[in-house]
Structures are given as C-alpha cells and as structure tokens.
C-alpha cells in the first residue's frame, strides 16, 4: 500500500470537507408544504420561501448563492421552502407570487421582505438578515 503524503492528506481531507458542505448546501431547502410551513412559522424560525423553477435561468443563479448563505452560522435557524412554480400553482398564488425567482423572507408569522429575480449575493443576503 502506497503511503500518502502530508500535502496530500491536507488536500484530501479539505476536499473531503468541501464535498460535504455541498451536500448540507444542496439539502439546504424542503419542498413546500403548507403544514411544515406552518409549523416553521410557529417556531419564530425565519423562513425563506423560494418560489422555484427548474427551468428558470435566474432560479438557477440563486440557487447557489442561497446554498452559500444558508450555511453561514448566522443563518443557521432559517428554514427554507422551495415552492415549484409548475407543479404547485395554487401555493405560488397563496404568496401572491407573480413569478418564478421570487423570494419571501418571513419572521414568524410577518412577512418582512420580498425579492423578484435578484441574483446578487449582497441584497440577497440583506434580504434574508431581515428574518432574524
């Protein structure tokens, strides 16, 4: 068996880290439901409500940027819902939703701000600040 070098280990074991933030960051949102919604806002938790298509080129920029930012400790309590644009149309209705890349933050039961087709990663995180 071939002994790995300390460099390579390092590297490795950053890579290794690296993958599994990743994985956190892609599980970061749920798919909408309005019962765990629901119970998200009992909690007082901010919540984050991506109003989502898979096809949408701008949902697909802030994709990663609200990956980023949900991993952030400061964020560590914001629950985020993925609402699909498509597939849930009476749900994008009932946030009163006119298009796919919106984006709801909600401090319990108060919605505190809103965003359509942001893909800034300042404004985006000012956006989700307004839920803590």
């Known amino acids: 068996m071939r002994q790995v070098s300390g460099g390579?280990?390092?590297a490795l074991f950053?890579?290794?880290?690296?993958?599994?933030?990743?994985?956190q960051a892609a599980m970061a949102s749920?798919?909408?439901s309005e019962s765990a919604f629901k119970s998200a806002q009992a909690t007082g938790?901010?919540?984050l409500v991506e109003i989502h298509a898979n096809w949408c080129?701008?949902?697909?920029?802030?994709?990663?940027?609200?990956?980023?930012?949900a991993v952030q400790p400061k964020f560590k309590n914001l629950k985020i819902f993925r609402v699909d644009f498509d597939s849930q149309?009476?749900?994008?209705?009932?946030?009163?939703?006119?298009?796919?890349?919106?984006?709801?933050?909600y401090k319990g039961?108060?919605?505190?701000?809103?965003?359509?087709?942001?893909?800034?990663?300042d404004s985006i995180?000012?956006?989700?600040?307004?839920?803590l």
């Open 57 to 69: 080129s701008t949902c697909k920029a802030q994709a990663p940027i609200i990956d980023a930012l």
């Open 14 to 23: 950053a890579a290794a880290f690296a993958v599994a933030g990743l994985v």
């Open 89 to 105: 149309k009476s749900d994008v209705q009932k946030f009163g939703a006119k298009m796919q890349s919106t984006l709801i933050v």
């Open 125 to 131: 995180a000012a956006l989700l600040d307004k839920g």
């Open 109 to 121: 039961n108060s919605e505190v701000g809103r965003s359509v087709g942001d893909t800034k990663r």
């Open 45 to 47: 938790a901010p919540i």
């Open 8 to 10: 390579l280990r390092v």
């Open 30 to 32: 749920t798919p909408y």
